[in-house]
């Protein structure tokens, strides 16, 4: 009985045009659209890239090697003729060093902030919901956790909501977990070990994007 309302079924669709609509218990897996990091071992772990449309972070402590990390996505990014955007909340970002390391700068937007972490949200919320862009970050690693006390869990769920099914990569950068949509990814640098030779002296001192250096991730999440 079954059998023959299915056949009945497939008959009207096909009719109408419709039949591909109808499927079998047997799902075929969903690709899944991803950015490549330009870092070949990052890709593998992250099964080709960070997903679009999702929110990741980037999380380690200072000179671990995740501005490095940062700089090769802005790299591949604009390789593959996407514009690029920075929300820079504490103005570390050094464009020299991110120039020297291959970045094409005439594709990124630097909204530089000095420490305001609200305003840089702000900021964060007006680029995403601008669109066209294929991959943005928001870093906020050296902001104190006391001025991130301000954002509301919910803000992480509209920023998500806001890039949901976009080609955009949206990336918070942090010295520890933050945020990440259910779909996103969590790139993770090995705190125990000594990543980069980078020396800091004061605030004035730059993210500065290192070369020739190993990086030891993990990567939490994903679908």
């Not at 997903?51 to 990741?56: C, E, Q, T, V, Y």
């Not at 094409?104 to 862009?133: H, I, M, T, Y």
């Amino acid at each position: 009985m079954a059998s023959a309302l299915r056949v009945e079924l497939e008959s009207l669709l096909r009719a109408q045009k419709l039949d591909r609509t109808l499927t079998t218990n047997t799902c075929a897996p969903v690709a899944r659209d991803v950015a490549a990091t330009g870092l070949r071992a990052l890709d593998q772990q992250l099964r080709g890239g960070i997903p679009r449309g999702h929110l990741s972070e980037i999380v380690g402590p200072r000179s671990s090697g995740r501005t490095t990390v940062l700089c090769r996505m802005f790299q591949a990014a604009a390789d593959r003729g996407e514009a690029i955007a920075l929300i820079d909340t504490c103005d570390r970002f050094d464009p020299v060093s991110a120039a020297a390391s291959g970045v094409d700068l005439s594709k990124l937007l630097w909204v530089r902030e000095c420490g305001d972490a609200p305003r840089a949200l702000k900021a964060l919320n007006l680029v995403l919901q601008a669109g066209g862009f294929g991959l943005v970050a928001f870093d906020v690693a050296d902001v104190p956790a006391v001025a991130r006390r301000p954002f509301p869990y919910t803000t992480w769920m509209r920023i998500a909501r806001v890039i949901e099914g976009s080609q955009t990569v949206a990336v918070v950068v942090a010295a520890e977990h933050l945020a990440r949509s259910p779909g996103g990814v969590t790139i993770a640098f090995d705190t125990s070990t000594e990543t980069s030779r980078a020396q800091w002296s004061g605030i004035a001192d730059r993210a500065r994007c290192l070369r020739g250096i190993e990086l030891r991730t993990r990567v939490i999440g994903g679908r």
